[in-house]
């Protein structure tokens, strides 16, 4: 059964860091693209960054490019979002997903993904 677990939210205050997780489980991880959206409640899920399914290329949003740093590793099935200097336009639920899509300029097409996680919370505080 596929499988995505996000891990590593937490609260902290501006100007923090903070690391996701997400372990894949009962997917060939290292076929499919990785993205990371955010959602804040009433609002659309919006795309944050996403990695090619080998790791050679990643491509982040302009609010968290030079901020966010995606990697992954397919030994371990996990991907791995770095985010530094957070604000607090940070605070959002981040969710995981993977994909076959192979094509940068699809990454971030939400409803391109297969599957996607429960979710973790990050709040950062003033």
């Known amino acids: 059964q596929a499988q995505l677990i996000e891990s590593g939210g937490g609260l902290v205050q501006a100007g923090g860091s903070l690391r996701l997780s997400c372990a894949a489980s009962?997917?060939?991880?290292?076929?499919?693209?990785v993205g990371w959206f955010r959602q804040v409640p009433g609002k659309e899920r919006e795309f944050v960054a996403a990695?090619?399914?080998?790791?050679?290329?990643?491509l982040y949003a302009d609010s968290v490019k030079g901020r966010f740093t995606l990697s992954r590793n397919n030994a371990e099935d996990t991907a791995y979002l770095q985010m530094n200097n957070l604000n607090p336009e940070d605070t959002a639920d981040y969710y995981c997903e993977t994909g076959l899509l192979h094509a940068p300029e699809n990454w971030p097409r939400d409803y391109l993904y297969d599957n996607w996680g429960q979710g973790t919370q990050v709040t950062v505080s003033t």
């Open positions: 009962g997917l060939p991880f290292e076929t499919l693209a």
């Open positions: 990695i090619h399914k080998s790791g050679s290329r990643t």
